[in-house]
Structure formats: structure tokens, C-alpha cells
């Protein structure tokens, strides 16, 4: 078999590629030549993960001198139509069985020292302004062990969409604790699946940071978060962080009680807003003092902080 010459490309800059590490340890076992994409040699083969549909493509950020280049990843697949995001399954693109459980090459991005990695797949709530029920289905299912990205690396970033949706995450959770590895979920746990027993399993995992989120105004989840927080061994406001979508079929007076109610039980919001690259002044301005931590805490109300910052 020929080796040939492969590049690289992402628009994914402080995270690593999970695809293209994949990639990569497969063209490498195979003896190819594997590096990252740049204008002054030529490839046999490029590959182009795309995660954001706003960012520019690889042809629009640099000249590619490549026989071949394969487009793949979340953001090749959704179009803006009429202000709106649309995901067009025909594009999207899943790696082959003998690539998406390979162990990934870990050294393209040495400034990185954790694992990272799926182990669920898929998310049954279906909102609107999310894509992975579209992408990987409305059923949450267990599509690797941890051992297949994991290798006593000190901290694992998770990337699943809804770990607890999973009929087995208590098993993956006893797995996560027993890897004595400090986790990250880092899209979140969805605070309405939070039961007693997921809590004491949760608090026997090694976590810097739990992060939950509140995009839908219409459902108050108060409740669950003091469920929570009456069971959780994390009792500071600052390792319990809660995404707030906003700018999505919210008004602001509605991102601003789940802003005040969370913060009055004991966690710290984190605004997110819905295409920020259009988004208003105001929501501008929410999430500015939410996010920035000395004045979410010395300026207790939006009132105060948005009629200075318009000023």
C-alpha cells in the first residue's frame, strides 16, 4: 500500500479536533504522512472539519494545494434561512466504525493534556435552536467505553449531549468515578433527569465544575436545583455553573428571573446567546455582566449595570 500525504484542517482553535485526531491515528497506522494543512506543500488528501456554520471555510482562510478535500463536521451540514438555522442531514457525514473508535492521536495538539471523547450519543428533548437530536438521534445511547479515548490521562473533557438521558449512566457514571480522573462534562447535565441516586453517584466523580443548563424560560426547573443542591457534595456557587440561552423566544424579563432565581439558590448563571452576530445591545449587555464575574457580584441588578453600560 502507498503512503500518501494527508493534511488537516479545523475552525475549532482552543479545542482540539476530536475528528481529526481520529483521522489522524488512522492515516499514521496506515504509515501515511499526517500534518496540518498549510499553503506551501501540496496533499494528496485534505480533511476540513467544520464546527460552526459562521466561521469561514477552509478555501476562505488559506490556499489549499490538495488532489482531494473532504468536508465533514456540524458546521457543513446548517444553513441560515430566513434568520433561522437549519441542519441538512444529507450533508452530515459520521466517521467509519474503524475510525470513530480508534484512539486518537493525541500528540497534533501537545498543549492539551486531557482526554476527551464521546460515550453517549443523542439527546430526546429536541430543541429547536440545538442540532444533536437531528445529527445523532432523539434516543441518548452508550456508543464507547471510556477506555477507547482514556488512558490514565489526569482530566477527561466529555462531550456527550445528555449523559443522564442514558438508560446506562449510572454504569457510566461509576466508571467516571472509579477512573479517579477529574471530569468535565462539559455540554452539561440535564438538571431534570437529576434524581437522589444519580446525585450520590455524581458525588463520588471527581469534578472541577458541574455545568447544567436553563434555556427553556416556560419550564421552571427551580425545584430540581434545589433537589440538587440540597444532595450535592459542591457547595460553592462557583463549581455550579448554569448555561441561560437567551435571544431565543425569551424576553429579557424572562432571562432575568432565571438569572435572580439561580442565583438566589446557590449557582452562578452563564449567559449564552442565541446568534450572538445579530443579537441586540441589551442582550449584549446581559450577558456581559452575568458573565463577567467582579460585576455580576458587586451589581446586584441589570437595571443598574444597563443604564451605565448605555451610557
Not at 493534556?113 to 445529527?135: H, I, Q, S
Not at 432565581?261 to 441586540?280: C, F, H, N, S, W
Not at 455580576?296 to 441588578?301: L, Q, T
Request: with cysteine; glycine share 4%.
Amino acid at each position: 500500500m502507498s503512503k500518501i500525504k494527508i493534511g488537516l484542517w479545523s475552525d475549532c482553535h482552543n479545542f482540539p479536533s476530536l475528528p481529526l485526531m481520529k483521522l489522524s491515528a488512522y492515516h499514521k497506522r496506515r504509515g501515511d504522512n499526517v500534518n496540518f494543512a498549510n499553503h506551501l506543500e501540496h496533499y494528496d488528501l485534505v480533511y476540513a472539519s467544520k464546527v460552526f456554520s459562521f466561521t469561514p471555510d477552509i478555501e476562505d482562510t488559506c490556499i489549499i494545494n490538495a488532489d482531494e478535500i473532504n468536508r465533514g463536521g456540524t458546521g457543513y451540514c446548517i444553513s441560515v434561512v430566513n434568520g433561522k438555522e437549519e441542519f441538512d442531514k444529507s450533508k452530515n457525514k459520521s466517521l467509519p466504525d474503524e475510525i470513530e473508535h480508534i484512539y486518537p492521536d493525541y500528540s497534533l495538539y501537545p498543549q492539551y493534556k486531557y482526554a476527551t471523547g464521546f460515550l453517549t450519543r443523542g439527546c430526546p428533548r429536541n430543541c429547536k435552536f440545538c442540532v444533536v437530536g437531528k445529527k445523532e438521534g432523539l434516543c441518548s445511547k452508550q456508543v464507547a467505553e471510556l477506555s477507547e479515548f482514556w488512558r490514565e490521562q489526569k482530566e477527561i473533557k466529555l462531550l456527550d449531549a445528555n449523559l443522564l438521558a442514558c438508560n446506562e449512566h449510572e454504569k457510566i457514571l461509576k466508571k467516571l468515578a472509579n477512573s479517579k480522573a477529574s471530569i468535565d462534562f462539559t455540554q452539561g447535565l440535564d438538571i431534570r433527569l437529576i434524581n437522589k441516586d444519580n446525585i450520590t453517584l455524581l458525588n463520588k466523580v471527581k469534578t472541577k465544575i458541574i455545568h447544567f443548563a436553563w434555556d427553556n424560560p416556560k419550564q421552571d426547573l427551580t425545584e430540581y436545583f434545589k433537589l440538587f443542591s440540597e444532595h450535592t457534595a459542591i457547595k460553592y456557587d462557583s463549581k455550579k455553573i448554569v448555561y441561560v440561552l437567551t435571544n431565543f423566544n425569551s424576553t429579557i424579563d424572562e432571562d432575568l428571573y432565571r438569572i435572580y432565581t439561580l442565583r438566589e439558590l446557590g449557582y452562578l448563571p452563564y449567559v449564552m446567546i442565541y446568534q450572538k452576530e445579530t443579537a441586540d445591545k441589551q442582550h449584549r449587555n446581559l450577558q456581559r455582566w452575568v458573565n463577567n464575574r467582579l460585576i455580576f457580584r458587586s451589581v446586584d441588578r441589570f437595571e443598574n449595570y444597563n443604564k451605565g453600560a448605555c451610557m
